[in-house]
């Protein structure tokens, strides 16, 4: 799963995702802060850092792999989740967590997220509308631009030592 990262590497995703998520997580009362319980799944370990720093004073749970029904009992305490698009939040799901109010999808995509029952148990569903949509254009037009000028088959001839 490549994904974009805080070190200067590509970090359009986890950084517009996680200022979203901070800001959420971070509301201010003014007389206390909100501790949120929050379950993570589908991280890398590079993530899962960058959440533990930027996310301190928060319960934070991390869950190898997606979320499924048969994990969610791990999360079963949360007050939030945050899923990428390969765990998929059915009702089923959404049973098993009976203290969730928040679910993060860390993609711009939320097909994987069952909107109605998420709705009928009045929790609230964000996703990252604006992720990637510099680099899937940039992505499209190389492409776009390797179809055109035949890259590869000129990169395939170029490492047979063909320079014709």
């Known amino acids: 799963m490549g994904r974009d990262r805080p070190d200067g590497k590509d970090k359009g995703r986890v950084r517009e995702h996680w200022k ?16 949120v319980k929050i379950a993570f799944f589908e991280l890398e ?13 928060h319960k934070l749970l991390f869950v190898d792999g997606k979320l499924t029904k048969e994990t969610a009992a791990k999360a079963k305490d949360c007050d939030a989740v945050a899923v990428f698009i390969y765990s998929e ?14 679910i993060a999808a860390m993609s711009t ?20 509308p604006t992720y990637g949509e510099n680099t899937v254009a940039e992505h499209t037009f190389a492409l776009i631009l390797a179809l055109s000028r035949k890259i590869v088959d000129s990169a395939d001839r170029t490492r047979k030592g063909d320079f014709t």
């Open 109 to 128: 995509g939320y097909d994987h997220i069952d909107i109605d029952a998420a709705k009928a148990k009045k929790i609230v569903v964000a996703n990252v």
């Open 20 to 35: 979203l998520t901070v800001k959420i997580s971070s509301c201010r009362s003014e007389k206390k802060v909100q501790k």
């Open 45 to 57: 370990d590079w993530e899962k850092d960058y959440i533990r720093q930027n996310l301190k004073g």
């Open 89 to 102: 939040v059915d009702e089923k799901v959404l049973r098993q967590l009976p203290k969730l109010k928040f």
